[in-house]
Protein backbone atom coordinates (compact mmCIF):
# COMPACT_ATOMS: atom_id res chain seq x y z
CA UNK A 1 0.00 0.00 0.00
CA UNK A 2 2.27 2.76 -1.41
CA UNK A 3 -0.58 5.90 -1.53
CA UNK A 4 -0.81 6.48 2.42
CA UNK A 5 -4.35 5.96 3.60
CA UNK A 6 -4.01 9.02 5.63
CA UNK A 7 -3.51 10.79 3.09
CA UNK A 8 -6.77 9.59 1.38
CA UNK A 9 -8.72 10.41 4.83
CA UNK A 10 -7.06 14.14 5.23
CA UNK A 11 -9.11 16.60 4.83
CA UNK A 12 -6.99 19.83 3.83
CA UNK A 13 -9.31 22.09 5.65
CA UNK A 14 -7.08 24.94 6.17
CA UNK A 15 -6.73 25.06 2.63
CA UNK A 16 -10.50 24.96 1.71
CA UNK A 17 -11.05 27.79 4.84
CA UNK A 18 -8.48 29.58 2.65
CA UNK A 19 -10.87 29.43 -0.58
CA UNK A 20 -13.60 29.90 1.72
CA UNK A 21 -12.60 32.93 3.03
CA UNK A 22 -11.67 34.04 -0.52
CA UNK A 23 -14.52 33.60 -2.36
CA UNK A 24 -16.18 35.53 0.37
CA UNK A 25 -14.02 38.37 0.86
CA UNK A 26 -14.26 38.26 -3.42
CA UNK A 27 -17.76 38.67 -3.34
CA UNK A 28 -17.54 41.18 -0.40
CA UNK A 29 -15.38 43.71 -2.17
CA UNK A 30 -17.04 43.18 -5.75
CA UNK A 31 -20.48 43.44 -3.89
CA UNK A 32 -19.67 46.88 -2.24
CA UNK A 33 -17.67 48.12 -5.22
CA UNK A 34 -21.00 47.76 -7.36
CA UNK A 35 -22.84 48.96 -4.14
CA UNK A 36 -20.57 51.96 -3.85
CA UNK A 37 -20.50 52.42 -7.72
CA UNK A 38 -24.42 52.78 -7.47
CA UNK A 39 -23.90 54.95 -4.52
CA UNK A 40 -21.69 57.16 -6.71
CA UNK A 41 -24.62 57.48 -9.42
CA UNK A 42 -26.42 58.60 -6.76
CA UNK A 43 -24.34 61.37 -5.14
CA UNK A 44 -24.06 62.52 -8.73
CA UNK A 45 -27.83 62.17 -10.02
CA UNK A 46 -28.42 63.76 -6.55
CA UNK A 47 -25.94 66.95 -7.51
CA UNK A 48 -27.83 67.03 -10.78
CA UNK A 49 -31.25 67.36 -8.90
CA UNK A 50 -30.41 69.88 -6.33
CA UNK A 51 -28.78 71.76 -9.93
CA UNK A 52 -31.60 71.62 -11.05
CA UNK A 53 -34.23 72.56 -9.00
CA UNK A 54 -31.91 75.86 -8.28
CA UNK A 55 -32.41 76.34 -12.04
CA UNK A 56 -36.01 75.98 -12.13
CA UNK A 57 -36.17 79.12 -8.93
CA UNK A 58 -33.52 80.81 -10.87
CA UNK A 59 -35.40 80.54 -14.21
CA UNK A 60 -38.63 81.62 -12.53
CA UNK A 61 -37.03 84.48 -10.97
CA UNK A 62 -35.15 85.50 -14.42
CA UNK A 63 -38.66 84.98 -16.75
CA UNK A 64 -40.23 87.07 -13.60
CA UNK A 65 -37.86 89.94 -13.59
CA UNK A 66 -37.69 89.70 -17.29
CA UNK A 67 -41.32 90.36 -17.88
CA UNK A 68 -41.20 93.39 -15.14
CA UNK A 69 -38.37 94.38 -17.31
CA UNK A 70 -40.79 94.33 -20.65
CA UNK A 71 -43.97 95.97 -18.69
CA UNK A 72 -40.79 98.78 -18.63
CA UNK A 73 -40.17 98.65 -21.84
CA UNK A 74 -44.03 98.57 -23.21
CA UNK A 75 -44.35 101.94 -20.64
CA UNK A 76 -41.61 103.45 -22.02
CA UNK A 77 -42.48 103.29 -26.06
CA UNK A 78 -46.69 104.71 -24.30
CA UNK A 79 -44.61 107.65 -22.52
CA UNK A 80 -42.89 108.23 -25.61
CA UNK A 81 -45.91 108.16 -28.03
CA UNK A 82 -47.66 110.79 -25.28
CA UNK A 83 -44.29 113.12 -25.05
CA UNK A 84 -44.81 113.47 -29.26
CA UNK A 85 -48.59 114.03 -29.04
CA UNK A 86 -48.94 115.83 -26.30
CA UNK A 87 -52.75 117.06 -25.63
CA UNK A 88 -52.80 118.54 -22.50
CA UNK A 89 -56.53 118.57 -20.33
CA UNK A 90 -57.92 121.62 -20.36
CA UNK A 91 -55.78 124.43 -18.45
CA UNK A 92 -54.17 121.95 -16.19
CA UNK A 93 -50.51 122.93 -16.05
CA UNK A 94 -49.36 120.57 -12.75
CA UNK A 95 -51.35 117.88 -11.54
CA UNK A 96 -52.39 118.93 -8.17
CA UNK A 97 -51.07 115.76 -6.19
CA UNK A 98 -47.22 117.12 -7.56
CA UNK A 99 -47.78 120.02 -6.09
CA UNK A 100 -48.41 118.10 -2.48
CA UNK A 101 -52.21 119.34 -1.72
CA UNK A 102 -54.26 116.70 -1.73
CA UNK A 103 -53.08 112.98 0.10
CA UNK A 104 -56.37 111.66 -1.20
CA UNK A 105 -54.46 109.78 -4.01
CA UNK A 106 -51.00 106.96 -3.02
CA UNK A 107 -50.42 108.51 -6.81
CA UNK A 108 -47.99 110.96 -8.63
CA UNK A 109 -46.64 111.86 -5.52
CA UNK A 110 -43.72 114.41 -6.01
CA UNK A 111 -41.08 115.93 -3.63
CA UNK A 112 -37.69 116.96 -4.08
CA UNK A 113 -35.20 117.05 -1.59
CA UNK A 114 -33.18 120.51 -3.92
CA UNK A 115 -36.30 123.01 -3.04
CA UNK A 116 -34.64 125.28 -5.46
CA UNK A 117 -34.98 123.49 -8.60
CA UNK A 118 -38.24 121.74 -7.27
CA UNK A 119 -41.06 120.89 -9.67
CA UNK A 120 -43.51 123.44 -8.42
CA UNK A 121 -40.98 125.74 -8.79
CA UNK A 122 -39.99 125.16 -12.44
CA UNK A 123 -43.90 125.07 -13.96
CA UNK A 124 -44.91 128.75 -11.54
CA UNK A 125 -41.58 130.52 -12.86
CA UNK A 126 -42.27 129.12 -16.54
CA UNK A 127 -39.40 127.77 -16.92
CA UNK A 128 -39.09 124.66 -19.37
CA UNK A 129 -43.42 124.61 -18.41
CA UNK A 130 -43.42 123.27 -22.17
CA UNK A 131 -41.08 119.97 -21.65
CA UNK A 132 -42.40 119.51 -17.91
CA UNK A 133 -46.26 119.72 -19.00
CA UNK A 134 -45.38 116.78 -21.73
CA UNK A 135 -43.55 114.84 -19.33
CA UNK A 136 -46.38 115.22 -16.36
CA UNK A 137 -49.22 114.76 -19.24
CA UNK A 138 -47.00 111.03 -20.26
CA UNK A 139 -46.94 110.00 -16.88
CA UNK A 140 -50.35 110.56 -16.56
CA UNK A 141 -51.22 108.80 -19.26
CA UNK A 142 -49.24 106.04 -18.17
CA UNK A 143 -50.67 106.35 -14.99
CA UNK A 144 -53.46 104.10 -15.59
CA UNK A 145 -51.57 101.10 -16.92
CA UNK A 146 -48.99 101.28 -13.89
CA UNK A 147 -50.92 98.41 -12.26
CA UNK A 148 -50.82 96.42 -14.97
CA UNK A 149 -47.47 95.60 -14.00
CA UNK A 150 -47.85 95.66 -10.86
CA UNK A 151 -51.57 93.71 -10.32
CA UNK A 152 -52.43 91.04 -7.49
CA UNK A 153 -51.02 88.15 -7.27
CA UNK A 154 -47.70 89.46 -8.52
CA UNK A 155 -45.10 91.13 -7.02
CA UNK A 156 -45.72 94.13 -5.41
CA UNK A 157 -43.07 95.98 -7.47
CA UNK A 158 -43.28 99.39 -7.54
CA UNK A 159 -43.26 101.58 -10.77
CA UNK A 160 -41.26 105.02 -10.62
CA UNK A 161 -40.26 107.82 -13.17
CA UNK A 162 -37.25 109.99 -12.39
CA UNK A 163 -37.21 112.94 -14.43
CA UNK A 164 -33.84 114.63 -15.34
CA UNK A 165 -34.99 118.24 -16.32
CA UNK A 166 -37.51 118.69 -14.23
CA UNK A 167 -35.64 116.78 -11.41
CA UNK A 168 -38.66 115.32 -10.00
CA UNK A 169 -39.75 111.42 -8.98
CA UNK A 170 -43.35 109.85 -9.28
CA UNK A 171 -44.12 106.65 -7.89
CA UNK A 172 -46.83 104.71 -7.25
CA UNK A 173 -46.31 103.80 -3.60
CA UNK A 174 -45.76 106.36 -0.57
CA UNK A 175 -43.43 104.09 0.82
CA UNK A 176 -41.06 103.46 -2.27
CA UNK A 177 -41.40 107.26 -3.11
CA UNK A 178 -39.78 108.34 -0.20
CA UNK A 179 -37.26 105.67 0.25
CA UNK A 180 -36.36 106.71 -3.65
CA UNK A 181 -36.21 110.61 -2.58
CA UNK A 182 -33.70 109.75 0.01
CA UNK A 183 -31.96 107.11 -1.73
CA UNK A 184 -31.63 109.75 -4.82
CA UNK A 185 -29.41 112.23 -5.20
CA UNK A 186 -28.90 113.47 -9.26
CA UNK A 187 -25.50 114.85 -8.00
CA UNK A 188 -24.02 111.07 -7.78
CA UNK A 189 -21.87 109.99 -9.85
CA UNK A 190 -23.48 106.71 -9.44
CA UNK A 191 -26.85 104.41 -9.11
CA UNK A 192 -29.30 104.03 -11.43
CA UNK A 193 -29.86 107.59 -12.66
CA UNK A 194 -26.14 108.22 -13.54
CA UNK A 195 -25.97 104.55 -15.17
CA UNK A 196 -29.25 105.53 -17.79
CA UNK A 197 -27.03 108.31 -19.26
CA UNK A 198 -26.18 107.93 -22.48
CA UNK A 199 -22.24 107.80 -21.61
CA UNK A 200 -23.18 104.62 -19.51
CA UNK A 201 -25.41 103.21 -21.68
CA UNK A 202 -25.21 104.03 -25.17
CA UNK A 203 -27.31 101.47 -26.11
CA UNK A 204 -30.36 102.22 -24.23
CA UNK A 205 -30.94 99.13 -22.33
CA UNK A 206 -32.76 97.92 -19.05
CA UNK A 207 -30.83 97.26 -16.29
CA UNK A 208 -30.75 96.59 -12.61
CA UNK A 209 -29.16 98.18 -10.05
CA UNK A 210 -29.26 98.17 -5.98
CA UNK A 211 -29.22 100.98 -3.53
CA UNK A 212 -29.11 100.66 0.09
CA UNK A 213 -30.69 102.71 2.10
CA UNK A 214 -28.65 103.16 5.30
CA UNK A 215 -31.31 104.91 7.66
CA UNK A 216 -34.22 102.01 6.72
CA UNK A 217 -31.82 99.12 6.85
CA UNK A 218 -33.50 98.39 3.89
CA UNK A 219 -31.71 97.69 0.33
CA UNK A 220 -33.77 98.39 -2.90
CA UNK A 221 -33.46 96.44 -6.29
CA UNK A 222 -34.51 98.65 -9.17
CA UNK A 223 -34.78 97.96 -12.88
CA UNK A 224 -34.60 100.68 -14.56
CA UNK A 225 -35.02 101.99 -18.46
CA UNK A 226 -33.88 105.08 -19.78
CA UNK A 227 -36.21 107.30 -21.48
CA UNK A 228 -35.02 109.57 -24.40
CA UNK A 229 -36.92 112.33 -26.44
CA UNK A 230 -36.06 114.02 -29.31
CA UNK A 231 -32.70 112.66 -29.19
CA UNK A 232 -32.34 113.79 -25.43
CA UNK A 233 -32.20 111.63 -22.30
CA UNK A 234 -35.09 113.00 -19.89
CA UNK A 235 -35.41 110.39 -17.74
CA UNK A 236 -35.64 106.76 -16.22
CA UNK A 237 -38.54 104.71 -15.99
CA UNK A 238 -38.05 101.84 -13.07
CA UNK A 239 -39.27 99.84 -10.81
CA UNK A 240 -38.28 98.85 -7.39
CA UNK A 241 -38.28 96.30 -4.84
CA UNK A 242 -37.79 96.43 -1.18
CA UNK A 243 -36.27 93.60 0.49
CA UNK A 244 -39.43 92.22 1.68
CA UNK A 245 -40.90 92.14 -1.84
CA UNK A 246 -37.95 90.34 -3.22
CA UNK A 247 -38.40 87.83 -0.52
CA UNK A 248 -41.98 87.40 -1.09
CA UNK A 249 -41.09 87.29 -5.14
CA UNK A 250 -38.42 84.40 -3.76
CA UNK A 251 -40.48 82.48 -2.07
CA UNK A 252 -43.21 82.82 -4.54
CA UNK A 253 -40.32 81.26 -7.63
CA UNK A 254 -39.95 77.87 -5.10
CA UNK A 255 -41.40 74.91 -6.11
CA UNK A 256 -43.87 73.01 -4.04
CA UNK A 257 -42.72 71.19 -0.97
CA UNK A 258 -39.11 72.23 -1.21
CA UNK A 259 -37.27 69.96 0.93
CA UNK A 260 -34.15 72.97 0.88
CA UNK A 261 -33.49 76.59 2.41
CA UNK A 262 -33.06 79.20 -0.28
CA UNK A 263 -31.88 82.92 -0.07
CA UNK A 264 -30.50 85.64 -2.42
CA UNK A 265 -27.64 87.09 -1.94
CA UNK A 266 -25.77 90.44 -4.15
CA UNK A 267 -23.27 90.06 -5.96
CA UNK A 268 -20.75 90.58 -2.85
CA UNK A 269 -22.74 87.87 -1.22
CA UNK A 270 -24.78 90.22 1.51
CA UNK A 271 -27.73 89.12 1.85
CA UNK A 272 -30.52 90.51 0.31
CA UNK A 273 -33.57 88.45 1.80
CA UNK A 274 -34.38 85.89 4.25
CA UNK A 275 -34.15 82.50 4.32
CA UNK A 276 -37.03 81.20 2.18
CA UNK A 277 -38.60 77.18 1.50
CA UNK A 278 -37.53 74.63 3.90
CA UNK A 279 -35.78 76.56 6.40
CA UNK A 280 -32.69 75.37 8.66
CA UNK A 281 -30.52 76.66 11.21
CA UNK A 282 -27.59 76.26 8.29
CA UNK A 283 -25.31 79.69 8.62
CA UNK A 284 -22.85 80.09 5.81
CA UNK A 285 -19.19 80.59 7.48
CA UNK A 286 -17.20 83.55 5.47
CA UNK A 287 -14.85 80.41 4.50
CA UNK A 288 -17.69 79.16 2.29
CA UNK A 289 -19.20 82.30 0.98
CA UNK A 290 -15.27 83.19 -0.21
CA UNK A 291 -15.78 79.35 -2.04
CA UNK A 292 -18.45 80.65 -3.41
CA UNK A 293 -17.59 83.94 -4.59
CA UNK A 294 -14.31 81.91 -6.18
CA UNK A 295 -16.33 79.79 -7.86
CA UNK A 296 -18.90 82.12 -9.50
CA UNK A 297 -15.91 83.98 -10.64
CA UNK A 298 -15.63 81.29 -13.65
CA UNK A 299 -18.86 79.81 -13.86
CA UNK A 300 -22.92 80.37 -13.09
CA UNK A 301 -23.50 77.53 -10.94
CA UNK A 302 -21.61 75.12 -8.42
CA UNK A 303 -22.40 72.48 -5.33
CA UNK A 304 -20.35 71.96 -2.27
CA UNK A 305 -20.42 69.67 0.60
CA UNK A 306 -20.10 70.96 3.90
CA UNK A 307 -19.99 68.32 6.04
CA UNK A 308 -23.05 66.85 5.93
CA UNK A 309 -24.78 70.02 4.21
CA UNK A 310 -25.24 70.21 0.53
CA UNK A 311 -24.73 73.75 -0.74
CA UNK A 312 -26.07 74.45 -4.58
CA UNK A 313 -25.57 78.35 -5.23
CA UNK A 314 -26.32 79.91 -9.03
CA UNK A 315 -26.25 83.58 -10.43
CA UNK A 316 -29.17 85.26 -11.63
CA UNK A 317 -28.33 87.00 -14.75
CA UNK A 318 -29.51 90.52 -15.39
CA UNK A 319 -30.09 91.07 -11.56
CA UNK A 320 -26.69 91.01 -10.12
CA UNK A 321 -27.80 88.47 -7.39
CA UNK A 322 -26.80 85.20 -6.30
CA UNK A 323 -29.37 82.53 -5.34
CA UNK A 324 -28.21 79.79 -2.76
CA UNK A 325 -29.97 76.70 -1.53
CA UNK A 326 -28.43 74.66 1.02
CA UNK A 327 -29.60 71.00 2.33
CA UNK A 328 -28.77 69.56 5.66
CA UNK A 329 -28.90 65.71 5.51
CA UNK A 330 -32.29 65.06 7.40
CA UNK A 331 -33.90 67.31 4.78
CA UNK A 332 -31.79 65.33 2.17
CA UNK A 333 -32.92 62.28 3.36
CA UNK A 334 -36.73 63.08 2.63
CA UNK A 335 -36.38 63.49 -1.05
CA UNK A 336 -36.06 60.83 -3.73
CA UNK A 337 -32.34 60.51 -3.61
CA UNK A 338 -32.37 60.19 -0.04
CA UNK A 339 -34.90 57.44 0.18
CA UNK A 340 -33.27 55.58 -2.23
CA UNK A 341 -30.50 55.98 -0.26
CA UNK A 342 -31.27 54.64 2.65
CA UNK A 343 -32.76 51.96 0.88
CA UNK A 344 -29.34 51.51 -1.38
CA UNK A 345 -27.72 51.40 2.26
CA UNK A 346 -29.90 48.87 4.02
CA UNK A 347 -29.84 46.73 1.17
CA UNK A 348 -25.96 46.87 1.35
CA UNK A 349 -26.38 45.89 5.06
CA UNK A 350 -29.01 43.37 4.85
CA UNK A 351 -26.24 41.41 2.21
CA UNK A 352 -23.50 42.31 4.35
CA UNK A 353 -24.97 40.52 7.08
CA UNK A 354 -26.33 37.77 5.20
CA UNK A 355 -22.73 37.45 3.63
CA UNK A 356 -21.27 37.19 7.05
CA UNK A 357 -23.76 34.64 8.66
CA UNK A 358 -23.33 32.73 5.60
CA UNK A 359 -19.61 32.75 5.55
CA UNK A 360 -19.93 31.97 9.56
CA UNK A 361 -22.01 28.94 8.64
CA UNK A 362 -20.21 27.74 5.89
CA UNK A 363 -16.75 27.80 7.91
CA UNK A 364 -18.43 25.92 10.99
CA UNK A 365 -19.93 23.32 8.42
CA UNK A 366 -16.63 22.44 6.89
CA UNK A 367 -14.89 22.26 10.30
CA UNK A 368 -17.15 19.87 11.56
CA UNK A 369 -17.13 18.08 8.15
CA UNK A 370 -13.17 18.56 8.93
CA UNK A 371 -13.68 16.64 12.85
CA UNK A 372 -15.81 14.28 11.54
CA UNK A 373 -13.39 13.27 8.78
CA UNK A 374 -10.41 13.78 11.45
CA UNK A 375 -12.99 11.38 13.54
CA UNK A 376 -13.35 8.93 10.74
CA UNK A 377 -9.63 8.61 9.87
CA UNK A 378 -9.02 8.15 13.47
CA UNK A 379 -11.77 5.07 13.63
CA UNK A 380 -10.41 3.43 10.57
CA UNK A 381 -6.73 3.25 11.27
CA UNK A 382 -6.69 3.05 15.62
CA UNK A 383 -8.18 0.24 17.23
CA UNK A 384 -10.86 1.44 19.60
CA UNK A 385 -9.91 -0.90 22.73
CA UNK A 386 -6.22 -0.10 23.01
CA UNK A 387 -5.95 3.57 21.09
CA UNK A 388 -2.90 1.49 19.12
CA UNK A 389 -3.22 1.81 15.04
CA UNK A 390 -5.14 -1.12 14.02
CA UNK A 391 -3.79 -3.51 10.86
CA UNK A 392 -4.63 -0.92 8.44
CA UNK A 393 -3.44 1.86 10.36
CA UNK A 394 -0.70 0.14 11.27
CA UNK A 395 0.68 -1.21 7.06
CA UNK A 396 -0.62 2.06 5.97
CA UNK A 397 1.61 3.85 8.20
CA UNK A 398 4.81 1.70 8.06
CA UNK A 399 4.13 1.70 4.38
CA UNK A 400 4.66 4.88 4.25
CA UNK A 401 7.93 5.20 6.32
CA UNK A 402 9.60 2.12 5.37
CA UNK A 403 11.22 3.51 2.17
CA UNK A 404 12.87 6.30 4.00
CA UNK A 405 14.34 3.33 6.26
CA UNK A 406 17.52 1.19 4.47
CA UNK A 407 17.24 -0.86 8.13
CA UNK A 408 14.01 -1.31 9.89
CA UNK A 409 12.87 -4.84 12.36
CA UNK A 410 9.88 -5.90 13.32
CA UNK A 411 8.77 -7.58 16.37
CA UNK A 412 5.62 -9.88 15.80
CA UNK A 413 4.12 -10.18 19.34
CA UNK A 414 1.16 -12.72 20.66
CA UNK A 415 -0.32 -12.71 24.11
CA UNK A 416 -0.08 -16.02 25.46
CA UNK A 417 -3.36 -17.92 26.46
CA UNK A 418 -5.29 -15.53 25.66
CA UNK A 419 -8.00 -17.40 25.14
CA UNK A 420 -7.98 -18.60 28.82
CA UNK A 421 -8.22 -15.39 30.25
CA UNK A 422 -11.29 -14.79 28.20
CA UNK A 423 -12.69 -18.17 29.77
CA UNK A 424 -11.55 -18.26 32.84
CA UNK A 425 -12.43 -14.39 33.92
CA UNK A 426 -14.59 -13.12 30.95
CA UNK A 427 -14.10 -10.65 27.91
CA UNK A 428 -14.46 -7.66 30.06
CA UNK A 429 -11.23 -8.79 31.82
CA UNK A 430 -9.65 -10.08 28.41
CA UNK A 431 -10.08 -6.31 26.96
CA UNK A 432 -8.33 -4.95 30.25
CA UNK A 433 -5.50 -7.58 29.72
CA UNK A 434 -5.20 -6.29 25.97
CA UNK A 435 -5.26 -2.34 27.10
CA UNK A 436 -2.64 -3.35 29.75
CA UNK A 437 -0.49 -5.31 27.09
CA UNK A 438 -0.85 -2.49 25.20
CA UNK A 439 0.67 -0.05 27.71
CA UNK A 440 3.34 -2.18 28.39
CA UNK A 441 4.23 -2.66 25.00
CA UNK A 442 4.00 1.28 24.44
CA UNK A 443 6.62 1.79 27.46
CA UNK A 444 9.13 -0.30 26.44
CA UNK A 445 10.19 1.16 22.89
CA UNK A 446 10.65 4.29 21.24
CA UNK A 447 8.77 7.08 20.30
CA UNK A 448 9.71 6.84 17.14
CA UNK A 449 8.85 2.95 17.30
CA UNK A 450 5.46 2.04 15.35
CA UNK A 451 2.55 -0.16 17.49
CA UNK A 452 -0.12 -2.23 15.83
CA UNK A 453 -2.88 -4.00 17.25
CA UNK A 454 -3.30 -6.60 13.54
CA UNK A 455 -4.87 -9.10 15.34
CA UNK A 456 -6.86 -10.35 18.53
CA UNK A 457 -4.13 -10.66 20.99
CA UNK A 458 -1.44 -10.31 18.12
CA UNK A 459 0.45 -7.34 17.90
CA UNK A 460 3.22 -6.22 15.33
CA UNK A 461 5.91 -3.60 16.02
CA UNK A 462 8.12 -1.76 13.52
CA UNK A 463 11.25 -0.34 14.31
CA UNK A 464 13.06 1.71 11.96
CA UNK A 465 16.34 2.46 11.58
CA UNK A 466 17.42 -0.91 13.40
CA UNK A 467 18.67 -4.04 12.50
CA UNK A 468 17.90 -7.71 13.87
CA UNK A 469 20.04 -6.94 16.81
CA UNK A 470 18.72 -4.20 18.19
CA UNK A 471 15.25 -6.01 17.72
CA UNK A 472 15.74 -8.55 19.72
CA UNK A 473 16.75 -6.13 22.40
CA UNK A 474 13.49 -4.71 22.42
CA UNK A 475 11.69 -7.83 22.27
CA UNK A 476 13.58 -8.91 25.09
CA UNK A 477 12.53 -5.55 27.08
CA UNK A 478 8.77 -6.19 26.31
CA UNK A 479 8.92 -9.71 27.15
CA UNK A 480 10.70 -8.40 30.72
CA UNK A 481 7.91 -5.48 30.78
CA UNK A 482 5.26 -7.88 30.26
CA UNK A 483 6.69 -10.46 32.54
CA UNK A 484 7.56 -7.89 35.46
CA UNK A 485 3.76 -6.31 35.91
CA UNK A 486 0.78 -8.41 35.73
CA UNK A 487 -2.50 -7.15 35.68
CA UNK A 488 -4.52 -6.62 39.05
CA UNK A 489 -8.39 -7.61 39.04
CA UNK A 490 -10.70 -6.02 41.36
CA UNK A 491 -11.04 -8.87 43.78
CA UNK A 492 -6.94 -8.21 43.94
CA UNK A 493 -6.08 -11.39 41.83
CA UNK A 494 -2.41 -10.83 39.94
CA UNK A 495 -3.57 -12.18 36.63
CA UNK A 496 -0.05 -12.44 34.59
CA UNK A 497 0.62 -11.44 31.37
CA UNK A 498 3.19 -13.14 29.08
CA UNK A 499 3.63 -13.17 25.16
CA UNK A 500 5.49 -14.76 22.70
CA UNK A 501 7.87 -12.96 20.18
CA UNK A 502 9.51 -13.02 16.94
CA UNK A 503 11.86 -10.80 15.46
CA UNK A 504 12.51 -10.15 11.77
CA UNK A 505 14.69 -7.63 10.54
CA UNK A 506 14.72 -6.33 6.48
CA UNK A 507 18.98 -6.74 6.66
CA UNK A 508 18.37 -10.17 6.63
CA UNK A 509 16.55 -10.15 3.42
CA UNK A 510 17.06 -6.45 1.64
CA UNK A 511 14.81 -7.94 -1.72
CA UNK A 512 11.85 -8.86 1.13
CA UNK A 513 8.48 -6.16 1.70
CA UNK A 514 7.50 -4.96 4.59
CA UNK A 515 4.72 -7.84 4.23
CA UNK A 516 7.02 -10.44 3.65
CA UNK A 517 9.41 -9.06 6.36
CA UNK A 518 6.15 -9.36 8.48
CA UNK A 519 5.35 -12.98 7.78
CA UNK A 520 8.90 -14.44 8.50
CA UNK A 521 8.71 -12.02 12.04
CA UNK A 522 5.47 -13.99 12.46
CA UNK A 523 6.28 -17.62 11.32
CA UNK A 524 9.37 -16.97 14.43
CA UNK A 525 6.88 -16.33 17.08
CA UNK A 526 4.80 -19.21 16.36
CA UNK A 527 8.17 -20.64 16.57
CA UNK A 528 8.42 -18.92 20.15
CA UNK A 529 4.88 -20.42 20.99
CA UNK A 530 5.79 -23.87 19.92
CA UNK A 531 9.31 -23.49 22.20
CA UNK A 532 7.20 -23.04 25.33
CA UNK A 533 5.98 -19.10 25.14
CA UNK A 534 7.10 -16.18 27.06
CA UNK A 535 10.10 -16.10 24.94
CA UNK A 536 11.77 -14.03 21.41
CA UNK A 537 12.74 -15.99 18.52
CA UNK A 538 14.70 -14.53 15.62
CA UNK A 539 16.10 -17.62 13.88
CA UNK A 540 14.21 -19.75 11.02
CA UNK A 541 15.82 -22.96 11.75
CA UNK A 542 14.24 -23.19 14.85
CA UNK A 543 10.95 -23.36 12.95
CA UNK A 544 12.07 -26.51 11.55
CA UNK A 545 13.40 -27.96 14.41
N1 LIG B 1 -11.45 -10.11 25.33
C1 LIG B 1 -11.09 -10.14 24.07
N2 LIG B 1 -10.76 -11.28 23.49
C2 LIG B 1 -10.37 -11.28 22.21
C3 LIG B 1 -10.32 -10.10 21.47
N3 LIG B 1 -9.87 -10.42 20.21
C4 LIG B 1 -9.68 -11.75 20.22
N4 LIG B 1 -9.96 -12.30 21.42
C5 LIG B 1 -9.87 -13.66 21.83
O1 LIG B 1 -8.50 -14.06 21.91
C6 LIG B 1 -8.47 -15.46 21.85
C7 LIG B 1 -7.29 -15.91 21.09
O2 LIG B 1 -7.11 -17.25 21.33
P1 LIG B 1 -6.07 -18.15 20.55
O3 LIG B 1 -5.89 -17.63 19.15
O4 LIG B 1 -6.53 -19.52 20.67
O5 LIG B 1 -4.73 -17.97 21.28
P2 LIG B 1 -4.32 -18.15 22.78
O6 LIG B 1 -5.42 -18.61 23.65
O7 LIG B 1 -3.66 -16.86 23.25
O8 LIG B 1 -3.29 -19.25 22.71
P3 LIG B 1 -1.83 -19.07 22.28
O9 LIG B 1 -1.76 -17.92 21.33
O10 LIG B 1 -1.52 -20.36 21.63
O11 LIG B 1 -1.07 -18.83 23.51
C8 LIG B 1 -9.78 -15.89 21.24
O12 LIG B 1 -10.56 -16.59 22.20
C9 LIG B 1 -10.47 -14.60 20.86
O13 LIG B 1 -11.88 -14.66 21.03
C10 LIG B 1 -10.69 -8.88 22.10
O14 LIG B 1 -10.68 -7.83 21.55
N5 LIG B 1 -11.08 -8.93 23.39
Known amino acids: MSTSLANRFRLPLAKTLRVIHLVFISVFVL ?59 GAAIVPSEIKGDSDSSPLWIGELPLPDIIAEDLVARGEETMEVRQELYALRKIQGLFPLASAENELSADLYYISRDGEFIVSLSQEVNSLLIRSYNPHEKQGSFVLASPLLNPHREPFWTRQNIATDNKTLI ?30 DS ?12 DEQLQPLTGVVGAVNNVQLSAEQLQTIRQTLESTSR ?112 DLDHFKKVNDVYGHLVGDNVLIHATRRIQRAIRSQDILGRIGGEEFCIYLPDSDLKAGIMVATRIKWELEASALILEDGTALPVTASLGVASSSEHPQYTLEQVQSVADMRMYTAKARGRNQVCWQDDEIQA
Open 31 to 89: TTFLFWQQGKLFSHGYRTSQLSHLESVVARIESKAHYKIDNLRFLKRIFIEAMDDPIFP
Open 222 to 251: NGSIPVDFGGEWIGLLGIAFDNQAVQEFLA
Open 254 to 265: LPESTQSAYQLF
Open 302 to 413: GTMRSGTVFITFGKIVGTQSVLISTQTLSQGLHEDFGRFSILLITMWVIFVLFLWGAHRMICRLVRNMGSLQREMQHHALHDDLTGALNRRGFFAKTSQISPNYVDYTLVQL
